[in-house]
């Protein structure tokens, strides 16, 4: 099992810039999607951003809301994935959760933004408040 803990949120006005850190431990390695998912109050877990770690090289998907103001990398020395949110609007109000999957394909972690199903590790999640 992989252990991960979200850092990084907080408070910004809109038009700000945050950026989440998720660090992993445990069989990390393992784990070639990883990815960013985000829960509003009231509302159900949506995908943000993942990253697929395991072909020659690596591949992200964003969900339309967020493409152009969010950037998810991973830096392996550190087994951290990070994820950069620019111009941020009150509607990313949110508590955001890093996840970690393993997938056969791609194609198969971009789907990962929109079917939670299958075996995947979950952070505890770090809170976002976009507000004046």
């Known amino acids: 099992q992989v252990q991960l803990v979200e850092s990084g949120g907080g408070s910004v006005q809109p038009g700000g810039s945050l950026r989440l850190s998720c660090a992993a431990s445990g069989y990390s390695r393992s784990r070639n999607c990883m990815g960013w998912f985000r829960q509003a109050p009231g509302k159900e877990r949506e995908g943000v951003a993942v990253?697929?770690?395991?072909?020659?090289?690596?591949?992200?998907y964003y969900a339309d809301s967020v493409k152009g103001r969010f950037t998810i990398s991973q830096d392996n020395s550190k087994n951290t994935v990070y994820l950069q949110m620019d111009s941020l609007k009150p509607e990313d109000t949110a508590m955001y959760y890093c996840a970690a999957r393993s997938t056969y394909t791609s194609n198969q972690c971009y789907y990962t933004l929109y079917d939670e199903s299958g075996n995947t590790d979950w952070g505890q999640g770090t809170q976002v408040t976009v507000s004046s």
């Open positions: 990253i697929y770690t395991g072909g020659i090289r690596r591949t992200t």
